[in-house]
T-cell receptor, first 117, second 115 residues
Framework: GEDVEQSLFLSVREGDSSVINCTYT??????LYWYKQEPGAGLQLLTY?????DMKQDQRLTVLLNKKDKHLSLRIADTQTGDSAIYFC?????????????????FGAGTRLAVHP | GAGVSQTPSNKVTEKGKYVELRCDPI?????LYWYRQSLGQGPEFLIY????????DSGLPNDRFFAVRPEGSVSTLKIQRTERGDSAVYLC?????????????FGPGTRLTVL
C-alpha cells in the first residue's frame, strides 16, 4: 500500500539551512512533491522532482531523491521567518481503474517548521 | 487569474444533518479532486473527476459521502447524516488535464465542524 512518512517538527535559527526529510513506500512513484501550508491558506506547491533525477535546485530550495532508499529531502537555504509553515511531502499515485498517469497525491502528515531569531 | 475557490469557508452543523460543500475550479481545468484533512494530518484523497465523471472514488469513506460535477466545472461534495468524525477541512484541487502529473492547485478549503 501507499504510505508517506515525515518527521513532525523542525526548529531552526533564522539564516541557517533547514532540511526536511520524507520516506515513501511506492517504488513506482514517478513524481514526488513538496507542498507548503501556512495558517488559513491553501496548499502551495513548492517544487517537485521526477524519479529519474537525483537532485533539483530552485533558488533557495534543493530537493534530493534517493530512489534506492525511497528517501526524499527538502533543503531550504538561508531560512527566514516567512518560511515558518507546515511542509508536506507527497507522491503521485495511480488509483484503481485509472490508466495513463497518476490521479491522486498521497501526503505525509507534514513537518512543522519553526524559524526563530 | 482566479484560483480554486471553495464555499463556504466554514460550516458548522449538527450531527445527523446534511451538508453540501462547493468547489469552483480554475477555469479550463478538466480534472478536479477532493481531499480531506483532519487535524494534524496530511490531506487524504477522496475522489477524482475527469470532466463530469468520477474516474476514481476509491477514497470516499462510506456511502454517506457523494460528489457531483454535472457540467464539468463546479463540483459539490455532499455528506449525509453527518457524524462528529466527519469534522475536518475539505480541500478541493484542480489540474489542467488530469490523469497525468500536471500540477494540482488547491483551494483554501472548507472547515466542517459537526457538533
Amino acid at each position: 500500500g501507499e504510505d508517506v512518512e515525515q518527521s513532525l517538527f523542525l526548529s531552526v535559527r533564522e539564516g541557517d539551512s533547514s532540511v526536511i526529510n520524507c520516506t515513501y513506500t511506492d517504488s513506482s512513484s514517478t513524481y514526488l512533491y513538496w507542498y507548503k501550508q501556512e495558517p488559513g491558506a491553501g496548499l502551495q506547491l513548492l517544487t517537485y522532482i521526477f524519479s529519474n533525477m537525483d537532485m533539483k535546485q530552485d533558488q533557495r530550495l534543493t530537493v534530493l531523491l534517493n530512489k534506492k532508499d525511497k528517501h526524499l529531502s527538502l533543503r531550504i537555504a538561508d531560512t527566514q521567518t516567512g518560511d515558518s509553515a507546515i511542509y508536506f511531502c507527497a507522491e503521485a499515485y495511480r488509483g484503481p481503474r485509472i490508466s495513463g498517469g497518476y490521479n491522486k497525491l498521497i501526503f505525509g502528515a507534514g513537518t512543522r517548521l519553526a524559524v526563530h531569531p | 487569474g482566479a484560483g480554486v475557490s471553495q464555499t463556504p469557508s466554514n460550516k458548522v452543523t449538527e450531527k445527523g444533518k446534511y451538508v453540501e460543500l462547493r468547489c469552483d475550479p480554475i477555469s479550463g481545468h478538466t480534472a478536479l479532486y477532493w481531499y480531506r484533512q483532519s487535524l494534524g494530518q496530511g490531506p487524504e484523497f477522496l475522489i477524482y473527476f475527469q470532466g463530469t465523471g468520477a474516474a476514481d472514488d476509491s477514497g470516499l469513506p462510506n456511502d454517506r459521502f457523494f460528489a457531483v460535477r454535472p457540467e464539468g466545472s463546479v463540483s459539490t461534495l455532499k455528506i449525509q447524516r453527518t457524524e462528529r468524525g466527519d469534522s475536518a477541512v475539505y480541500l478541493c484541487a484542480s489540474s489542467l488535464l488530469g490523469g497525468t502529473t500536471d500540477t494540482q492547485y488547491f483551494g483554501p478549503g472548507t472547515r466542517l465542524t459537526v457538533l
